[in-house]
């Protein structure tokens, strides 16, 4: 079965960085793209960007430019999302999630997600 | 603040229909047929259970249902259920070749 399991929760201080990591399994990693999403407490969602994992390339949202890094190692099937420059607005769970479809006929929503990870940035 | 708006609540006794509107521009919601809907219930990982407007992935009750007109899209749940208490959010994939949420609809059962 389809699985995406995410590293554990963190406290950054504001300024820092945080890395999340995103193991798949149950899949072919490479065929199917990877989001980066989060949801800040009481909101709602926002999208942050996309992992192509054969070739890696990515995509993010404007917002985020300058300061979101997204990789992927494919010997492991894990994708990493890393935040920089954090402040108290980044607080918030951040999840992956596998788009529907394989590349070429995908569905462009978001099919399978990790458990969420929680990114707490405090002084 | 997301461009997409959809009502902050909705509720509705059991047994009856409600629908969720998901109101974007051409350039996201009324662009393509990619707007996929997420119900959420608290404390947990979103679900998808709509996509590219009115398809349902495996296992999701025939009691959700969605549509478009324009640059609204809808989320309808017939036969309203106590576990369908939760928060509902649209998406869409839009032409900048980015994806948008909706601000999200906590739907609550009488």
């Known amino acids: 079965q389809v699985q995406l399991v995410q590293s554990g929760a963190e406290v950054k201080k504001p300024g820092a960085s945080v890395k999340v990591s995103c193991k798949a399994s149950g899949y072919t990693f490479t065929k199917f793209h990877i989001h980066w999403l989060r949801q800040a407490p009481g909101q709602g969602l926002e999208w942050m960007g996309i992992i192509n994992p054969s070739a890696g390339i990515t995509n993010w949202a404007p917002k985020f430019k300058g300061r979101i890094t997204m990789t992927r190692d494919t010997s492991t099937s894990t994708a990493y999302m890393e935040l920089t420059s954090l402040t108290s607005e980044d607080t918030a769970v951040y999840y992956c999630?596998?788009?529907?479809?394989?590349?070429?006929?995908?569905?462009?929503?978001?099919?399978?997600w990790g458990q969420g990870t929680l990114v707490t940035v405090s002084s | 603040q997301s461009a997409v708006t959809q009502p902050a609540s909705v509720s509705g006794s059991p047994g009856q229909s409600i629908t969720i509107s998901c109101t974007g521009s051409?350039?996201?919601?009324?662009?393509?047929?990619?707007v996929s809907w997420y119900q959420q219930h608290a404390g947990k990982v979103p679900k998808l259970i709509i996509y590219?407007?009115?398809d349902r992935p495996s296992g999701v009750s025939s009691r959700f249902s969605g549509s478009k007109s324009g640059n609204t899209a809808s989320l309808t749940i017939s036969g309203l259920q106590a576990e369908d208490e939760a928060d509902y959010y649209c998406?869409?994939?839009?032409?900048?070749?980015?994806?948008?949420f909706g601000s999200g609809t906590k739907v609550t059962v009488l």
């Open positions: 590219e407007v009115s």
């Open positions: 998406s869409s994939f839009t032409s900048s070749h980015h994806y948008v």
């Open positions: 999630a596998r788009e529907r479809g394989e590349m070429g006929a995908t569905e462009l929503c978001f099919d399978y």
């Open positions: 051409s350039s996201d919601v009324g662009g393509d047929k990619y």
